[in-house]
């Protein structure tokens, strides 16, 4: 079992602008950006960088047609990159002189950009919300919300919706939601509290009900890939931690040239699973995974972890996390992914924990396959 803590650290981080009550709120607002929002591909050495005297003297990139864009932070964090200019130490300067500095050091570079340009309204200035290589792949946010909100209505009254605590519907407010989105990114997490698993065996020999929950992550900026994770858990308490967590699987698709299509024939359809899926059929593959041996002795047991996690010393430590955790060996299919499950919260990298929580998913296919 392991703690996720994704939501708690946006939970505790976002501000008020960047918190959504409905997933219907956060699609309008999404659509509207789309409408509004354009990609232009230029040269470096075709734009020029100014202290905007009509707009305060905020930094500006003027491309060739002459019309000024302001650059938002996470604009000015991938021009610094490919200006190879350290951001804190232009930031610290006046923007007279950052632009100086980016003019020059990008004036005889040839290559291709693609910008990202917003503009919310006539009155207000066109912002450069982002500069990728001319070949991203970009997913919008609005693609993903429609998607949600077409599998799972406004995220608030239905099925699935923004957790309650510790197991209990609350209303949802901007204190407590689970659905934020600001300028560089998104996050969606939405759970089916009503329709619980009864699991033999949870904890202590005692039985247990988990629920099932599912994040969404997007940045149509460029700062993280689109990301699907899915997973069932114990209870969520009122700071926004997934307390025992399992079954954790994530499907990541990064912004190439072929993204859109891809979300498309990866993520799209299994939201569509996920949401037609019925609680009671994954009730009835843990139960079998419960009921599924691996091994007559302990050494079958390591046998079957070596095979599935590498080497004999992955295996033994799989089986003492059991150990820990519910006070003996791994006996079946549900030990054996519970006890990865254990292993994995001790290591120190994300990467390698979420590499190791996809192979203990892998393990339920067996399950699945006997069902």
Request: charge should be negative; include cysteine.
């Amino acid at each position: 079992m392991a703690n996720l803590y994704d939501a708690n650290a946006n939970w505790s981080s976002r501000s008020n602008d960047e918190r959504y009550t409905s997933l219907f709120d956060m699609r309008d607002h999404f659509d509207d950006m789309r409408q509004k929002s354009a990609s232009k591909v230029y040269k470096l050495s075709d734009l020029s960088f100014v202290a905007d005297a009509e707009n305060n003297n905020k930094l500006s990139v003027v491309g060739p047609s002459g019309n000024p864009a302001l650059i938002n932070g996470y604009g000015f964090e991938s021009l610094t990159v490919l200006a190879k200019a350290p951001k804190g130490f232009l930031s610290s300067l006046p923007n007279k002189l950052t632009a100086d500095v980016l003019n020059h050091k990008l004036k005889d570079n040839h290559d291709e950009i693609g910008m990202l340009m917003t503009q919310e309204s006539k009155k207000t200035p066109i912002v450069m919300r982002a500069a990728t290589t001319p070949n991203y792949g970009r997913i919008w946010n609005s693609q993903v919300l429609n998607a949600l909100t077409h599998k799972f209505g406004d995220g608030v009254t239905g099925d699935w919706h923004v957790p309650g605590e510790f197991g209990k519907p609350v209303p949802v407010t901007q204190k407590n939601t689970t659905l934020y989105a600001g300028e560089q990114d998104m996050f969606v997490f939405l759970c089916d509290e009503s329709h619980t698993l009864e699991i033999n065996n949870r904890r202590d020999d005692k039985p247990g009900m988990l629920s099932r929950g599912f994040f969404v992550v997007n940045s149509e900026v460029g700062t993280q890939p689109l990301r699907f994770t899915t997973f069932l858990y114990d209870y969520v308490c009122a700071n926004r931690i997934i307390w025992g967590a399992q079954e954790i699987n994530t499907i990541t698709i990064k912004h190439t040239l072929n993204a859109p299509e891809r979300w498309l024939e990866s993520i799209a359809p299994t939201l569509q699973d996920y949401a037609n899926g019925k609680a009671s059929e994954t009730e009835q593959v843990l139960k079998l995974a419960q009921t599924m041996t691996i091994g007559q002795t302990l050494d079958d047991t390591y046998d079957f972890l070596e095979t599935h996690f590498g080497t004999r010393k992955i295996a033994k430590a799989i089986n003492k996390a059991h150990l820990d955790d519910e006070g003996r060996d791994i006996t079946t299919l549900w030990d054996a992914v519970t006890g990865v499950t254990a292993y994995a919260r001790n290591m120190p990298f994300q990467n390698e924990r979420v590499l190791i929580e996809a192979k203990a998913g892998k393990l339920l296919d067996m399950a699945k396959e006997a069902a």
